[in-house]
């Protein structure tokens, strides 16, 4: 471990894991629980959700490998799923907080099922919050090629933060504009997403049997509000993939409340159903 600092809130520190230096805050005190954040990976997209948790749990959020102040290795291009799986395992060791249940939102849910299939000795427990399995949508090819030539027209009118800004409000809405410096950091991370991160995690997909195999006890969840255009448009399809995919995982399925990113909407209820969920599967 680097060093950390202690704030009225939150424990917060550098942390070497995997060849990166990772930032991170420690909250609360009980069994640990890790979030993991999807696309522009930010510990602070938790901030709130992570206030309501620290009162069962010992909470540990982190900005994922070259996002806002944790950084990559110099030479550093792209990533995969099992470097982002082995960070969470690096971290948690260096900070000697394990077993941990994790949980992941989006392609942080991605990144919590790879956690689940390589490093079991880390975990108490995993929830998958609406990993991007769009494998499973009928219309999958049309929708990568639509959704990477959207991400470049903004691009081409205000840089990477428009992009952002574009794909926040598409499938996330919105959630950060009265934490500005939060929101400058996601859209200071919009190149390392797209560029590093954007098709890579989102096509992760390990063979159902392995994570059948897997030893930590696993729930696949999904909201059940619509929210954003893209939610709502994808909700009924995207549900009936997720149940097949929990069965196929021989994991729990879940519904929480909200749409995609409940932490930030609805940090509260978020908070307590989460917390329902950890405590049925320890």
């Not at 159903?273 to 599967?281: D, G, P």
């Amino acid at each position: 471990m680097s060093g950390s600092t202690r704030t009225d809130e939150f424990d917060s520190g550098i942390a070497s894991a995997n060849g990166a230096e990772l930032y991170y805050e420690l909250r609360g005190s009980g069994p640990t629980l890790v979030l993991i954040p999807g696309a522009s990976g930010d510990a602070g997209m938790f901030s709130r959700a992570a206030d309501e948790l620290a009162r069962d749990f010992r909470v540990l959020t982190y900005d994922r490998r070259g996002n806002s102040r944790s950084v990559a290795p110099e030479g550093w291009d792209t990533t995969t799923v099992e470097e982002q799986a082995a960070d969470v395992a690096a971290l948690i060791a260096a900070l000697d907080l394990g077993p941990a249940f994790v949980f992941g939102n989006s392609s942080g849910a991605t990144i919590a099922l790879g956690v689940a299939l390589r490093h079991p000795e880390v975990l108490r427990a995993v929830v998958a919050h609406e990993p991007p399995k769009i494998g499973t949508l009928p219309n999958r090819d049309e929708f990568l090629a639509g959704l990477v030539a959207r991400m470049r027209a903004a691009i081409d009118r205000g840089g990477y933060a428009a992009a952002v800004e574009d794909f926040h409000g598409w499938l996330v809405g919105e959630g950060e504009e009265d934490q500005p410096e939060l929101r400058a950091r996601v859209q200071g991370n919009g190149e390392n997403w797209i560029e590093r991160e954007l098709g890579v995690i989102d096509r992760y997909d390990p063979a159902a049997e392995l994570i059948a195999e897997r030893t930590a006890p696993l729930t696949v969840g999904i909201g059940t509000a619509g929210g954003t255009e893209l939610h709502t448009e994808l909700l009924a399809t995207y549900r009936a993939a997720l149940v097949a995919l929990a069965a196929q995982y021989g994991a729990e399925f879940a519904e929480f409340s909200g749409a995609h990113v409940p932490y930030e909407t609805m940090p509260a209820v978020f908070a307590a159903e989460l917390t329902a969920v950890l405590r049925a599967m320890a």
